[in-house]
């Protein structure tokens, strides 16, 4: 945040963002100078006077669209209270002071707000000094206030405002205005940056900001920041009753009778529910452009400045009794050495298609009628710093891209031995990418997938769950500079190595790349597996979410450098970190005091340790080894030799065909002792750290522990142990907002407030619950965070944001 605000005349920004309108419009100057209020503006004390001045000044303003919008109700735009109610879909229950709204779509008195309809939100503060949420004078021109926290919170407050207007709506931009005591200022914000004019005397000269209004609301939809390529669907329409009917009706193999494509056809229906508003989206493809229709987004970043990604389940109206494709939206970083994640799929999809990889269907950038949809705050700073050589700011161009494939979060996994196997399959489709030449570099919870494949054998439905390594927006070729390409970490930050978090300016490479796959065996493993963590919150926040803050600067937090250092994950007290094959081990280790009966205890071997603490042993020794040679902290068991055995179900014999899928498997693999006398630099470290230079190795060696006799049990997952009560809290979240412009809390699909359209929607089959809860990217991306600075979430706002698809309400607007 600190380095991503401009401030600006007010003439510039009017003439750069609020232009005066086409043709003989002539501005009306004295209605514009007169102001109808004395003193600071108090909403709640002087509402009457203060909305009639608004409305005074924007009175027979409007544009074609807003006409073409209002239909047979009344055009142009209105003021109105807001700061006595809140939106019912908004469960942070944020309320802004006063709110521009199309006419049409505004509430009406006893009505609660709605942020899907709000043009712009006004913020309200009493004093001219103490409530400003800028610092115009800092000398460093960061423009955040440094010694005042009030301030500080003031600008978190329309911080969060903002964000809360992005996720409601399809915007490339907005505007905002906060009043504080006599001054006020008038703010444009992009998925790049903040540009904020210099504060002026409203009082004195009323004009300037009722000429800010009055220009505003003769403006077309796409110079207000609405973006154009999306169209609502409403009630009664062809594509409202497409949408209900394919939600209902599945697709059904001839021959059988089958259905096929479950999952996702319920996945859709799920996303109708909790929609407020249907839309069609374009999309760019080869020679014009497609459309698709879609419901609430299955995630929702919570982002103010970034990439701002959104995913739905999506019709293609090109084939609207096909099966369901993936539509993902985002604001790509516009840079000369990143590819269009469109661009890499298309090459990772030619010749051999690589398995484990998403199958493009099409993609591009977006356009309207005003050119290409790019952000500019940067064009804004760069004028403000003219003896800055590098800018802080990236571009973000808007992007979308459309994928075959329908995943399921990878919390959707059965047990521990099908989730390694999962993210096994995603470090062979990792592998295969590194092979011709491309590699990854997000590697998170969230882009690691369960891919279910579908065929008909036999008159029967055969299932096969293997995992699926996507969102490649951010992978470059590896015969690319070998530079960070940006002057941020390129990224999760709670999946990230530990020597890319320490060494910001560093490209990550295989072993980093691989260590991100162990962070994500982890982090699903501690919610969903039973062990002797009494907080799993606190182990999230720590291992996950800690950093080491050294002045502007993040580094890794301690417990994830010293599990990479040490080769073990402690927890407190110095206790290691121990799965158990049922929750019943797990509750007598927590609680040792207490004995389970025998009725308690079914089975002797669900006492024993999970054979899920032998592989990550084995996995943080090869982690241990190349922290060891970096000159990380050393010391650690050795190694010994073990046989394998034959393999006895589907998964043993997939990791027995190696990872060519020749059968070509060690005849021993190496397995962790239970002492140590090896010293950095040692042949016995090299021979660990050696096994991250190859997916061969490390695959194998994870697919060792299938081939050992180790006894996997079949039931060994329980109930998300990340609930609410479990997640940090914190202490001040609008000051935690300034660490950067993120926002980044995933919200969860269970607190949207479903919605019925009609009998057929509320009919509609629900897909079973995941056991989180949660909704993300590719269906519950579970807190993988989407932002553009890459700080550490801990250092965010963590806000719980509505994830109800962008919709108005009012007058005029069809609500299904």
């Given amino acids: 945040m600190e380095k991503k605000i401009s401030v600006v005349d007010l003439d510039y920004f009017l003439g750069k963002y609020v232009p005066p309108p086409p043709g003989a419009i002539k501005e009306p100057t004295a209605k514009l100078s007169t102001l109808k209020w004395d003193g600071p503006l108090r909403p709640e004390v002087k509402e009457a006077k203060a909305v009639k001045a608004f409305n005074s000044w924007i009175a027979g303003s409007y544009d074609a669209d807003n006409l073409e919008q209002s239909k047979s109700f009344e055009a142009g735009y209105k003021v109105v209270v807001t700061a006595s109610g809140t939106d019912p879909d908004d469960k942070t229950k944020q309320r802004a002071d006063l709110a521009l709204y199309p006419s049409y779509a505004a509430p009406e008195e006893g009505e609660e707000p709605n942020w899907s309809a709000v043009e712009v939100f006004i913020e309200c503060k009493p004093e001219s000094t103490q409530d400003d949420p800028f610092d115009e004078d800092d000398k460093e021109k960061l423009f955040v206030p440094q010694s005042s926290g009030r301030r500080r919170r003031n600008l978190g407050q329309i911080m969060s405002y903002a964000s809360t207007i992005f996720q409601s709506q399809h915007r490339k931009h907005q505007f905002s205005v906060v009043l504080f005591g006599e001054m006020a200022r008038i703010i444009h914000w992009d998925r790049s940056g903040v540009v904020t004019t210099k504060k002026f005397n409203y009082r004195q000269e009323p004009i300037k900001l009722g000429r800010f209004f009055w220009r505003l609301c003769h403006m077309s939809a796409a110079q207000r920041g609405h973006d154009t390529t999306v169209k609502e669907i409403h009630t009664h329409t062809v594509e409202y009753e497409l949408m209900i009917h394919r939600a209902e009706k599945p697709i059904i193999d001839e021959a059988t009778g089958i259905e096929l494509g479950k999952h996702a056809r319920l996945l859709f229906a799920e996303s109708l529910k909790n929609a407020k508003m249907y839309y069609k989206i374009k999309v760019p493809d080869v020679g014009g452009e497609r459309s698709f229709l879609v419901g609430a987004p299955h995630f929702l970043s919570t982002e103010l400045a970034g990439r701002g990604t959104r995913g739905y389940v999506a019709i293609d109206c090109s084939h609207p009794e096909g099966p369901f494709v993936y539509l993902k939206d985002a604001w790509r970083v516009d840079h000369e050495d990143i590819e269009p994640e469109g661009n890499v799929l298309k090459y990772l999809n030619d010749g051999e298609k690589i398995e484990g990889v998403p199958t493009l269907v099409c993609h591009g950038d977006i356009k309207d009628r005003m050119g290409d949809q790019v952000t500019d705050s940067h064009v804004v700073w760069k004028m403000n710093h003219p003896d800055r050589e590098e800018c802080p700011l990236k571009v973000h161009r808007h992007y979308r891209i459309v994928v075959k494939e329908v995943g399921l979060s990878m919390s959707c996994f059965r047990n521990a031995k099908e989730l390694v196997f999962l993210i096994a399959s995603c470090i062979k489709a990792h592998g295969r990418a590194w092979k011709k030449g491309v590699i990854h570099r997000d590697v998170s919870a969230g882009n690691v997938l369960i891919c279910i494949k579908e065929e008909i054998v036999d008159g029967r439905l055969v299932q096969t769950r293997t995992g699926m390594l996507t969102d490649w927006e951010l992978s470059k070729r590896r015969n690319a500079p070998d530079t960070a390409r940006q002057p941020d970490r390129t990224g999760t930050w709670e999946f990230m190595s530990v020597y890319i978090l320490n060494n910001k300016d560093m490209a990550p490479q295989l072993p980093d790349e691989l260590e991100a796959f162990v962070h994500v065996l982890l982090y699903y493993a501690i919610r969903f597996l039973p062990h002797n963590c009494n907080d799993v919150g606190e182990f999230v926040r720590s291992y996950f979410r800690g950093y080491v803050k050294d002045g502007c600067e993040y580094f890794s937090g301690r417990a994830k450098k010293e599990a990479m250092g ?89 990791f027995a065909k190696g990872y060519d899928e020749d059968g070509s498997i060690p005849a021993t693999v190496e397995e962790v002792g239970k002492s140590s006398s090896a010293e950095p630099n040692s042949k016995s470290y090299k021979k660990h750290a050696d096994k991250l230079q190859s997916h061969k190795t490390f695959y194998e060696l994870v697919g060792s522990f299938f081939l050992r006799g180790y006894v996997w049990p079949n039931n060994d997952k329980i109930q998300d142990q990340l609930g609410e009560d479990s997640h940090p809290k914190e202490e001040d979240k609008s000051t935690s907002a300034l660490e950067s412009m993120t926002l980044p809390t995933i919200p969860t699909a269970s607190l949207i407030t479903a919605r019925t359209r009609s009998a057929r929607t509320r009919s509609l089959g629900m897909p079973p619950p995941t056991a989180s809860g949660s909704s993300g990217k590719r269906f519950n991306r579970d807190h993988d965070g989407d932002d553009d600075e890459y700080a550490p979430p801990s250092a965010k706002r963590t806000r719980g944001q509505n994830s109800g698809a962008g919709s108005r309400r009012g007058k005029g607007r069809s609500r299904p």
Avoid: W
């Fill in 566 to 654: 040490m080769g073990r994950i402690d927890l407190a007290g110095d206790k290691k970190l121990v799965f158990y094959c049922s929750d019943v081990a797990a509750d007598n280790a927590s609680t040792p005091a207490a004995h389970p009966s025998s009725s308690a205890v079914e089975d002797e071997d669900a006492l024993k340790e999970h054979p899920l603490n032998q592989l990550l042993d084995a996995l943080l020794q090869c982690f241990k080894a190349r922290y060891a040679l970096l000159k990380l902290p050393a010391g650690g068991p050795p190694i010994a030799a073990q046989q394998l055995h034959s393999p006895t179900d589907a998964i043993e014999a997939m």
